[in-house]
């Protein structure tokens, strides 16, 4: 899974770029006719983004191409394509819609300077936030424009999928799809504690094992870095709740976590005190948290000696700010 500045960015990009994914969201949003001039057996996800890199922070773009059911006579495969722009929020943004656009005009612009045709392209918004789209849909909404100028203007409203306005059950697609969804709607939710475990159970039926302790792995970063009700313990325990082993082995919290409690328990067992050791365990806790905290957020991380220097006041209140910067970024 490449690693984004932002747990919303990395989980959307990991789960979207999954084809039956992508594809159901399509299959769920387009119309019977426009469904039926695709052929979606040649759908595939497009290399590259067509996002400033000083906007990689806030935004990412997912392309896809597929090839269209009655394609031109002598046209290519390049000549008889769609594209689809998937974009993701977790919050409005009045400037979307300009900047959705933006992205489409540098696909076509790209086409151009390669020497292909230009051809159609669908955006589809995918909104996540914890309370309904406030923003602009279309240009018309954004830029105020007087009736007798409105006939010059570009018409222009992308797709938008607004999970805060649809109940559970409105939500279609496949199973993982479904559990994708349902998963960005209640990120940040006290909810999601109540239903991560039907979350994991339908993809797990879904998909082979192999597969699945990748979409765990997944899974935990994203909800341990963007819900404040759910940490390594909680998702471990739902985790054994529904696997034959206690949790996925080699998640990047389990290693962190596990490596920072054995460090503890050696200062621990270097004192030869009870409470050594428990207090080494602390430690270990802290370190691991704070080693785990510093990848997620792209930072250097630190040496874990001078972590373990520290006493288990400062390394709690390095966890608190390290904590409070990836909610933040989260937002």
């Keep these: 899974m490449d690693s984004l500045p932002t747990p919303h960015n990395n989980f959307f990009h990991f789960a979207l770029s999954h084809l039956p994914n992508a594809r159901g969201l399509i299959e769920t949003q387009l119309s019977p006719a426009a469904l039926a001039e695709l052929n979606l057996e040649t759908l595939q996800l497009e290399k590259g983004s067509f996002v400033d890199p000083d906007l990689r922070e806030k935004f990412s773009d997912l392309l896809f191409s597929v090839e269209l059911t009655n394609a031109p006579v002598n046209a290519t495969s390049k000549q008889s394509l769609v594209y689809f722009l998937f974009e993701h929020k977790s919050q409005s943004d009045q400037l979307t819609v300009l900047q959705v656009l933006s992205y489409m005009v540098r696909i076509w612009e790209k086409r151009v300077r390669d020497g292909e045709s230009l051809c159609p392209i669908v955006p589809l ?169 510093e990848e997620l957020l792209g930072l250097p991380g630190t040496d874990k000696s001078d972590l373990l220097a520290l006493d288990l006041e400062t390394l709690r209140g390095r966890v608190a700010a390290l904590q409070v910067e990836l909610r933040q970024r989260s937002n």
């Excluded at 819900?227 to 471990?236: A, G, M």
């Excluded at 050791?277 to 948290?289: D, H, L, P, S, W």
């Design 125 to 293: 918004l995918v909104y996540h936030g914890e309370t309904a789209w406030s923003a602009a849909r279309s240009l018309a909404g954004l830029i105020p424009t007087p009736a007798a100028l409105a006939e010059y203007q570009i018409h222009f409203q992308p797709l938008l999928l607004d999970l805060s306005r649809l109940d559970d059950a409105d939500i279609q697609g496949e199973s993982v799809l479904r559990s994708t969804l349902k998963l960005l709607k209640y990120s940040r939710s006290r909810h999601l504690v109540e239903i991560l475990r039907e979350i994991l159970e339908l993809i797990g039926q879904a998909m082979p094992a192999a597969n699945f302790a990748e979409w765990a792995k997944a899974i935990g970063v994203y909800v341990m870095t963007v819900n404040k009700n759910i940490d390594d313990e909680d998702y471990k325990q739902t985790l054994a709740s529904i696997l034959p082993t206690k949790f996925v082995p080699g998640s990047l919290a389990d290693r962190l976590l596990i490596q920072g409690r054995e460090e503890g328990r050696a200062e621990g067992r270097e004192e030869g005190r009870e409470e050594g050791r428990e207090e080494g365990e602390k430690y270990g806790e802290f370190v691991g948290k704070i080693l785990l905290l």
